[in-house]
């Protein structure tokens, strides 16, 4: 690593308490919370002294606090970047899952980039406010590792970001709870991805 490259430890928050199968996006949903022994993993795998990073949403707050306390630590500063949300579904938010997907393929659509759900975001959208926050915490983080707890979708758009602006392309990657994919910003423009969706162990 240069002194100008921003190391990102992208980590997905645990699995979300939803009994429902509901679309949740930015709702605000609890975590299964995973035993110490996984969060001791995870801990393992991510970087001594990094910037610690979440979204807004309490799910990545929660899995943080749970790989903080498999290192008996406490950070000196916690930032939260709100940019960094999940994609906001709008009116499909709190709906089966199932029921959403079959409207989906009613309209013969397969879930582009483009699809705006009623009332919220296109995932075009979502890369491009993640991404844009991704390059500014980078330039102000430049030359130092930042392990952020986020979520698929911004973690897919960081990998957009990554590829140049690939909302489409980015969409088919796999983003498991609790797996860590790596981002390395190298300056403008330019970026490399080390690895996708590793499991903690």
């Known amino acids: 690593m240069n002194d100008q490259t921003t190391e990102w430890w992208l980590v997905r928050h645990a699995p979300t308490v939803n009994p429902g199968n509901i679309v949740y996006g930015s709702l ?9 022994e996984e969060f001791a993993s995870l801990s393992g795998v991510l970087p001594e002294d990094p910037v610690w990073m979440v979204s807004n949403l309490s799910r990545t707050r929660k ?7 498999a ?3 406490t950070p000196g500063k916690i930032h939260v970047e709100s940019a960094f949300a ?6 499909w938010e709190g709906r089966p899952s199932a029921e959403v997907w079959a409207e989906i393929r009613d309209t ?13 975001e296109t995932f075009s959208e979502v890369a491009a406010r993640v991404g844009a926050a991704a390059v500014s915490r980078s ?22 970001t990554a590829m140049g602006g ?17 981002c390395d910003y190298l300056g403008p423009d330019k970026w490399r991805v080390g690895f996708v969706n590793r499991p903690p162990r």
Not at 28 to 36: N, Q
Not at 166 to 182: G, H, N
């Open 28 to 36: 605000d949903l609890d975590i299964h919370v995973p035993r110490e």
């Open 63 to 69: 899995t943080l606090d749970g790989i903080l306390a």
């Open 71 to 73: 290192r008996e630590v």
């Open 86 to 91: 999940e994609q906001h579904f709008g009116d």
């Open 108 to 120: 013969e659509q397969t879930w582009p980039a483009d699809i705006r759900p009623p009332g919220g």
């Open 139 to 160: 330039e102000k983080f430049a030359g130092r590792q930042v392990v952020a707890v986020l979520h698929s979708g911004s973690i897919r758009s960081f990998l957009s």
């Open 166 to 182: 690939a909302p489409v392309q980015s969409l088919s990657y796999m983003v498991d709870t609790l797996s860590i994919t790596r």
